[in-house]
T-cell receptor, first 114, second 115 residues
């Protein structure tokens, strides 16, 4: 069965510092991995995805994520945080070898302090 | 503009009063899905549809119905709402053909309160 774990409910970081939001997953086949962001009173927006190829994927707003197969992780990173990055971040996984179901983590709230 | 439109955005209702939350997408996507978002639980899938007239249960389908008579529309029906259905609901769509990686496009959400 597919599952996603986001071990931190909240991440606090100062503006200008690097940020990491953690995600680990479990899927029986090849993982399709996604990050979405949710701003207050808005729907989720797609940030980036890993399907195959280079383990470091780049996405919107300067975010990137590193796929680590041995650790079954897909951590979201940004070299220099902005106050406007404060939002709720969701990691999601889909089994790329069959089916179309996407499973979401519980979400991590990011606070970036000026 | 490519979008997923949900209505209503906010609704307060009472136990047992049937309601429908509409969802429409203008991207010609085959796949559509409904999720509910509850604090600490993330998004849980209620129902999904791979194409017109093809629907299936997600993880939390109890108390909900859906239909897919047209490709663009995927309404969520609560026949007899109960307080435990108070939640934030999201409709999402995606392409689903061979080779598509399935990133989801979300509506803005519908906040439902059942008294």
């Amino acid at each position: 069965a597919q599952s996603v774990a986001q071990p931190e409910d909240q991440v606090n970081v100062a503006e200008g510092n690097p940020l990491t939001v953690k995600c680990t997953y479990s899927v029986s086949g090849n993982p399709y991995l996604f990050w979405y962001v949710q701003y207050p009173n808005r729907g989720l927006q797609f940030l980036l995805k890993y399907i195959t190829g280079d383990n470091l994927v780049k996405g919107s707003y300067g975010f990137e994520a590193e796929f680590n197969k041995s650790q079954t992780s897909f951590h979201l990173k940004k070299p220099s945080a902005l106050v406007s990055d404060s939002a709720l971040y969701f990691c999601a996984v889909r089994d790329g070898t069959g089916g179309f179901k996407t499973i979401f983590g519980a979400g991590t709230r990011l606070f970036v302090k000026a | 503009e490519a979008q997923v439109t949900q209505n209503p955005r906010y609704l307060i209702t009472v136990t047992g009063k049937k309601l429908t939350v509409t969802c429409s997408q203008n991207m010609n996507h085959e796949y559509m899905s409904w999720y509910r978002q509850d604090p600490g639980l993330g998004l849980r899938q209620i129902y999904y549809s791979m194409n017109v007239e093809v629907t299936d249960k997600g993880d939390v389908p109890e108390g909900y119905k859906v239909s897919r008579k047209e490709k663009r529309n995927f309404p969520l029906i609560l026949e007899s709402p109960s307080p435990n259905q108070t939640s934030l609901y999201f409709c999402a769509s995606s392409m689903s053909g061979t080779g598509n990686t399935g990133e989801l496009f979300f509506g803005e959400g519908s906040r439902l309160t059942v008294l």
